[in-house]
């Protein structure tokens, strides 16, 4: 089991950038998959960003692809989520998730497909 912990959100202007941090706790962080995903208000959870137990495989959602990268350190039990170019349609709260695989390159683009969830940490973005 492993319990994550969102961090770096904010306010920030139209084309600034953040970076977020997913913190785990927990043992065997670098057999998780890992993906962030966000929620506008009044909209549904939509997939970011995914990436893979090595890293070395990631995946993006097209409205964010080009502006947005994903990293991971394993040995420090986090992920991350550079966010460049920031537009206020990025205003939501994002989430990162986990799921434990065996498979090194894997990744998920779909919420469904994910076992741990952290608690959300806001983005909003002013025009």
């Known amino acids: 089991q492993v319990q994550l912990v969102e961090s770096g959100g904010g306010l920030v202007q139209a084309g600034g950038s953040l970076r977020l941090s997913c913190a785990a706790s927990g043992r065997s962080f670098s057999s998780y998959a890992l993906g962030w995903f966000r929620q506008a208000p009044g909209k549904e959870r939509e997939f970011v960003a995914a990436?893979?137990?090595?890293?070395?495989?990631?995946n993006y959602a097209d409205s964010v692809k080009g502006r947005f990268t994903s990293s991971r350190e394993n040995a420090k039990n986090t992920v991350y989520l550079q966010m460049n170019s920031l537009k206020p349609e990025d205003t939501a709260v994002y989430y990162c998730?986990?799921?434990?695989?065996?498979?090194?390159?894997?990744?998920?683009?779909?919420?469904?497909?994910?076992?741990?969830w952290g608690q959300g940490t806001q983005v909003t973005v002013s025009s």
């Open positions: 990436i893979s137990r090595s890293g070395g495989s990631t």
């Open positions: 998730a986990a799921k434990p695989v065996i498979n090194y390159s894997v990744v998920y683009g779909s919420s469904e497909r994910y076992d741990y």
